[in-house]
């Protein structure tokens, strides 16, 4: 069964700090790799998408980073500010077929940022 | 604002009953989807239309149903409610399928009481 987990669940750091979130995968055979902030409430917002030949992806201060030989991913946010508080989902994309079936989601990692 | 729009923002009904959520994608984008997210859950994948067309289906209860109109815009109908069925509900859309980003909406939060 495809899985996506992320570590850890939770995480409180102060704010100017940097931090780094895991994404674990046994998605196989794999396409793309996604990670999306959440606010709370709100919907989420897609930070980067990366396929199997990337290893890295920046986007501002978030940087992903992908090895696909060994199915890990991680988050990195650089200088952290108050709003970066949310929780960060890892997304996993199967290449088979188009539909969205082929996701697996993460439960997500919930970063509090503390002034 | 990521151009999905969501209808409504809240409701909240009695166990039995039936409801319907409502969400329009963004400006050309084909593809619909419905998602579930729990408190103690993370986002659960319900179903997803393209261009009116159902593409794929996920962890969707034979009490839920949706469909996608001509104008592309979807409706994800609930029935028989349990008390387990309150959760946010999001509709995301991309241009075509599951290989690009897709764009949540606002979300729907649903109480059932």
């Known amino acids: 069964k495809n899985q996506v987990e992320q570590s850890p669940q939770s995480l409180i750091i102060l704010e100017g700090k940097n931090c780094t979130l895991q994404?674990?995968?046994?998605?196989?055979?794999?396409?793309?790799l996604r990670w999306y902030k959440q606010d709370t409430g709100r919907g989420p917002v897609s930070l980067t998408i990366?396929?199997?030949?990337?290893n890295t992806k920046s986007n501002g201060r978030y940087t992903a980073t992908l090895d696909a030989d060994t199915k890990q991913s991680s988050l990195h946010i650089t200088a952290s500010q108050l709003s970066d508080s949310a929780s960060y989902i890892c997304?996993?994309?199967?290449?088979?077929?188009?539909?969205?079936?082929?996701?697996?989601f993460g439960k997500g990692t919930h970063l509090i940022i503390q002034p | 604002d990521s151009g999905v729009t969501q209808t409504p923002k809240h409701l909240i009904t009695a166990t039995g009953q039936r409801v319907t959520l409502r969400c329009s994608p963004r400006?050309?984008?084909?593809?619909v989807y419905w998602y579930q997210q729990s408190l103690d859950q993370g986002l659960q994948f319900l179903i997803q239309?393209?261009?009116?067309?159902?593409?794929a289906k996920g962890n969707i209860l034979e009490r839920f149903s949706a469909q996608q109109f001509p104008d592309l815009h979807s409706e994800l109908n609930l029935s028989s409610l349990e008390l387990g069925d309150s959760a946010l509900y999001f509709c995301?859309?991309?241009?075509?399928?599951?290989?690009?980003?897709?764009?949540f909406g606002p979300g729907t939060r649903l109480l059932v009481l």
């Open positions: 995301a859309s991309s241009v075509s399928g599951r290989f690009e980003t897709q764009y």
């Open positions: 994404c674990n995968y046994t998605v196989s055979p794999f396409s793309n």
């Open positions: 990366m396929t199997f030949s990337e």
């Open positions: 997304v996993v994309s199967a290449p088979s077929g188009g539909g969205a079936d082929g996701l697996t």
């Open positions: 400006s050309g984008d084909l593809s």
């Open positions: 239309y393209y261009n009116g067309e159902e593409r």
